[in-house]
């Protein structure tokens, strides 16, 4: 089994729900394939979850804090593990012309989650589909996960970064398996 602590921070689109731009209405709110049997698995296995979304649609004013909050209400009432499935949830509103706060790649919520929790970070994994994602977990300086589903082109920006700890799964699920040591024992689904 997994040794206590280990703590996930997801990446929203393209991560958990399918990534469709400026996302507002919560009816369009759709899980990934495989993303609830992930979530299940890693709840049981006592990881803490972390949300962890850059939403540039409220500083561009097409969207608003209110309406990413009712999407992420419907994001777990499909996942099926209530509303505090999430152990924190940094959402980082900023446009990429603002003052970068908490919109990934900067580390600040990680790290502040780090510090809070009295994490270690080599037990700490930023999991998402975009190169800010993983800038964002290199930067905390803890394991960053690239969600791959479209064969890897994706990738091309993996080789500048010299973090071994950076590794591709084409799922959130096939992440899971290896987290949780399903692959390797040979007793996945
Ligand atoms: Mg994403």
Same mark, same amino acid.
């Given at each position: 089994?997994?040794?206590?602590?280990?703590?996930?921070?997801?990446?929203? @689109? &393209?991560?958990?729900?399918?990534? %469709? !731009?400026?996302? %507002? @209405?919560? !009816? &369009?709110?759709? =899980?990934?394939?495989?993303?609830?049997?992930?979530?299940?698995?890693? %709840?049981?296995?006592? $990881?803490? =979850?972390?949300?962890?979304?850059?939403?540039? /649609?409220? /500083?561009?004013?097409?969207?608003?804090?209110?309406?990413?909050?009712? $999407?992420?209400?419907?994001?777990?009432? =499909?996942? /099926?593990?209530?509303?505090?499935?999430?152990?924190?949830? $940094?959402?980082?509103?900023?446009?990429?012309?603002?003052?970068?706060?908490?919109?990934?790649?900067?580390?600040?919520?990680?790290?502040?989650?780090?510090?809070?929790?009295?994490?270690?970070?080599?037990? $700490?994994?930023?999991?998402? @589909?975009?190169?800010?994602?993983?800038?964002? &977990?290199?930067?905390?300086?803890?394991?960053?996960?690239?969600?791959?589903?479209?064969? &890897?082109?994706?990738?091309? #920006? =993996?080789?500048?970064?010299? !973090?071994?700890?950076?590794?591709? #799964?084409?799922?959130?699920?096939? #992440?899971?398996?290896?987290?949780? /040591?399903?692959?390797?024992?040979?007793?996945? %689904?």
């Amino acid at each position: 089994m997994v040794a206590s602590k280990i703590a996930i921070f997801l990446d929203r @689109d &393209g991560t958990i729900i399918a990534d %469709k !731009n400026y996302l %507002k @209405d919560p !009816n &369009g709110v759709e =899980l990934l394939p495989g993303v609830s049997d992930a979530i299940s698995s890693l %709840k049981l296995a006592k $990881c803490m =979850l972390f949300l962890f979304s850059n939403q540039s /649609g409220i /500083g561009r004013r097409i969207i608003s804090m209110d309406d990413v909050s009712r $999407c992420n209400l419907r994001m777990m009432e =499909l996942l /099926g593990h209530g509303s505090n499935i999430f152990d924190a949830i $940094c959402i980082a509103p900023e446009s990429p012309d603002d003052i970068s706060v908490y919109r990934k790649p900067s580390p600040r919520f990680i790290v502040e989650m780090i510090k809070k929790f009295d994490l270690s970070k080599e037990n $700490c994994y930023m999991v998402g @589909d975009k190169e800010s994602d993983i800038l964002a &977990g290199i930067n905390a300086q803890i394991n960053a996960i690239l969600i791959v589903a479209d064969g &890897g082109t994706k990738t091309s #920006f =993996l080789p500048h970064q010299e !973090n071994k700890s950076t590794r591709v #799964f084409p799922s959130l699920l096939e #992440f899971s398996k290896w987290l949780l /040591g399903e692959t390797s024992s040979g007793t996945q %689904k």
